[in-house]
């Protein structure tokens, strides 16, 4: 094993002869003596001044600080490996010596062939300690910085380290929950049903993690409940036997707001926000569904703006959308929670009243909405005027199902514009007739 590229020693000895021998030995072995100290307060300073790679520290000094309390104090300031001399020493000093960790021990009078080997394992030693530090510090920093909450807990399901992320989703600090029950610490419910779930650190290290197959899980702090996913790694020693468990959580806050969004997006206008045609008819399905049961009328009004097109070829399509806009927040003041008002596309709406007592009811809406249009749009600094031709079709008179009360709605629509625009009209069986407002 070769040395270092001049591994830099400092050699603290009191015997002037001992200390240039040990000198002589480092030099010829092809390492750098950067100082020479002979009492323990000198091998401070030189320490602190020079730096070295290596200390090479006598336990028995004269003066009041002996090499041991040298070698802790310079092991307090700075991470320099010492290597003790030693001719003698009784029980006491040597286990004083051995809390210090030094990296080797020689005895006095010292054997060249001895005292190099020990350097050299001590060196590469302090090497090895020092990429390890690297990496558990690189190690460290990462499982810090990562967005996911990491628990790692030692067989007996102790806590042994949290990171940020898990301090913040468990309301435990890490300083407050090493040496504690993971289970102490980690508090669980099932979304569904608020039912508390009791994990256990033998199933999770037989692979068993008891939590809901579809990961409905929430954590529970002094603060908020966050919904979560949950896994667990079981560690193992080098013998492959097991060390510990780590338990990650990932905070899905987030990806639920993604996921609702995108729910939203698929079944509503991306222009009015207003259900598209696909809420709608589930909406409409089911509202036909209880009316069947109940036995009571509903009503589908189709609605379309009169010459829109106007608009988009005098103003522009961003005017034209902006009109949209406002048309629909006006359509939906005037209507009940439970109506459903949808945007088809283009310029059509249509609106569900899914429980009426009389064909009255839905005329007299239909003649507010016609009214509630006298009033011009406020769009972009302008007032738009604008009216629009409704058709209307209840159930069970126009239709015992969907696509019958949508399509004999739209029917009633056209009539309506084809008699003048800015009106409604109702339809009438399959005689098609139509009864005017």
């Known amino acids: 094993m070769s040395p270092p590229e001049k591994a830099r020693i400092l050699i603290v000895e009191d015997e002037a002869l001992i200390a240039q021998d040990i000198e002589l030995i480092v030099r010829n072995a092809g390492y750098e003596v950067c100082g020479l100290a002979s009492t323990g307060e000198e091998s401070l300073l030189l320490a602190e001044k ?21 070698a802790e104090k310079i092991r307090e300031r700075s991470d320099i490996p010492v290597i ?6 009784d029980e006491n000093t040597l286990r004083r010596a051995k809390f210090t960790q030094p990296l080797g021990y020689t005895l006095k009078p010292v054997d060249q062939k001895e005292l190099i080997t020990v350097i050299e394992m001590a060196l590469y030693k302090h090497q090895m300690e020092l990429k390890l530090k690297e990496r558990e510090e690189w190690l460290s920093t990462i499982l810090r910085s ?14 042994s380290f949290m990171n940020p992320v898990a301090e913040k989703l468990t309301g435990w600090s890490k300083e407050e929950s090493i040496g504690k029950p993971i289970l102490s610490i980690l508090h669980l419910v099932e979304e569904s049903s608020g039912r508390l779930i009791r994990l256990s650190v033998a199933d999770i290290l037989n692979g068993k993690l008891g939590v809901p197959a579809d990961g409905s899980i929430l954590i529970v702090n002094y ?24 338990l990650v959580l990932y905070d899905i806050t987030e990806r639920r707001r993604y996921e609702e969004k995108l729910r939203h997006n698929a079944i509503h206008d991306h222009l009015t926000e207003l259900p598209n045609r696909s809420l709608f008819f589930d909406r409409l399905t ?10 009571h009328r509903l009503a589908v009004l ?3 703006l009169d010459e829109f097109k106007k608009v988009n070829d005098t103003f522009g399509h961003n005017t034209g959308d902006r009109l949209l806009q406002s048309v629909s ?23 569900l009243l899914p429980e009426i007592p009389t064909i009255e009811v839905a005329k007299n809406v239909a003649e507010r909405v016609i009214l509630s249009f006298q009033k011009p749009f406020d769009v972009e600094n302008r007032k738009i005027p604008i009216t629009a031709s409704i058709g209307i079709a209840v159930y069970p008179e126009d239709g015992n199902d969907a696509d019958a009360l949508v399509k004999n709605a739209d029917i009633a629509m056209y009539r309506a514009k084809a008699d003048g625009r ?16």
């Open 302 to 304: 189709m609605l379309d």
């Open 146 to 159: 990562i967005g996911e909450g990491i628990i790692a807990a030692d067989r007996q399901g102790n806590v």
């Open 329 to 351: 927040n006006r359509l939906l003041q005037m209507f009940r929670k439970g109506d459903t008002m949808a945007r088809l596309g283009g310029d059509e709406f249509i609106l």
């Open 50 to 70: 020079m730096q070295p790679d290596l200390i090479l520290m006598d336990i028995v000094l004269r003066g009041e600080m002996d090499g041991v309390e040298a």
């Open 286 to 295: 089911m509202a036909l569904a209880r009316a069947q049961r109940e036995t």
């Open 84 to 89: 003790y001399l030693t001719a003698h020493a």
């Open 223 to 246: 603060e908020d409940k966050v919904p979560v996913e949950l896994k667990a790694t079981v560690t193992r020693d080098n013998k492959g036997e097991t060390s510990g468990l780590v």
């Open 422 to 437: 800015n009106r409604f009209r109702l339809y009438r069986g399959e005689q098609r007739e139509f009864l005017q407002a």
